[in-house]
């Protein structure tokens, strides 16, 4: 698939290194620049772009990017990408460390996932936002071995969730439906399923016993 990734931190980075070894066809940005990203693109053959250019005829585009930074995004991103674009999310909001306050997920009860579709003016699909970025290139492992981990998956579009849980399978880890964006608080920042190493059975689990209360260290 041609797959444009939009940030090329850790996540970021190490998808476009699994993407690339995958045989995708993978453009990917960062807000410093293309000649920023030569160190990556000699490692895995990617092709360094902007942001704007990154999600140009596209099957797939993932946004990781700090939350804050979501805004600044070029308007009508997605314009130039393919019929049924799936939009991947792996954002965070961290209030304290890094984003600063956002209202209309402190007061407005906006899931991350549902401010980020706002802003992106697309629906997206969540996942790898509870992931060590670490494990992406440690952990793969082929469907139905006993150890192979699971991540959970929510998406109000149904079609695009299906070509990110397969893009996931082939990655190397299982996936767990969690629902619609209105449900993704189950896999935000201090819930039990976030960080968690396991496999269907736990993750599954972990997503039911969270609270929708968000905690007191991780509000503004």
């Given at each position: ?6 940030g ?85 909001y ?31 699909v ?36 299906a ?16 629902g619609?964006i ?6 935000q ?32």
């Amino acid at each position: 698939m041609k797959i444009g990734i939009i940030g090329a931190g850790n996540i970021g980075g190490n998808l476009t290194r699994r993407l690339t070894a995958l045989g995708h066809e993978v453009s990917v940005a960062n807000s410093r620049g293309p000649e920023s990203l030569q160190a990556l693109v000699e490692e895995t053959g990617a092709k360094a772009v902007t942001a704007a250019e990154a999600a140009r005829g596209a099957q797939v585009v993932v946004v990781t990017v700090p939350l804050k930074n979501v805004p600044g995004l070029p308007a009508g991103l997605f314009d130039g990408a393919a019929e049924g674009l799936a939009v991947i999310d792996t954002g965070n909001y961290y209030p304290k460390e890094r984003d600063g306050r956002i209202d209309a997920i402190e007061d407005g009860g906006l899931t991350e996932s549902r401010w980020t579709e706002q802003h992106l003016g697309h629906r997206v699909v969540k996942v790898f936002n509870g992931t060590y970025a670490q494990d992406l290139l440690d952990r793969p492992l082929p469907a139905g071995d006993p150890e192979r981990l699971a991540v959970p998956v929510s998406s109000d579009d149904e079609a695009a969730k299906a070509v990110v849980r397969a893009l996931v399978d082939e990655l190397g880890f299982d996936t767990v439906d969690a629902g619609g964006i209105d449900e993704s608080w189950r896999q935000q920042p201090a819930t039990p399923v976030y960080g968690l190493r396991a496999g269907v059975a736990a993750v599954t689990r972990a997503l039911a016993e969270a609270s929708p209360e968000r905690p007191e260290a991780h509000r503004a």
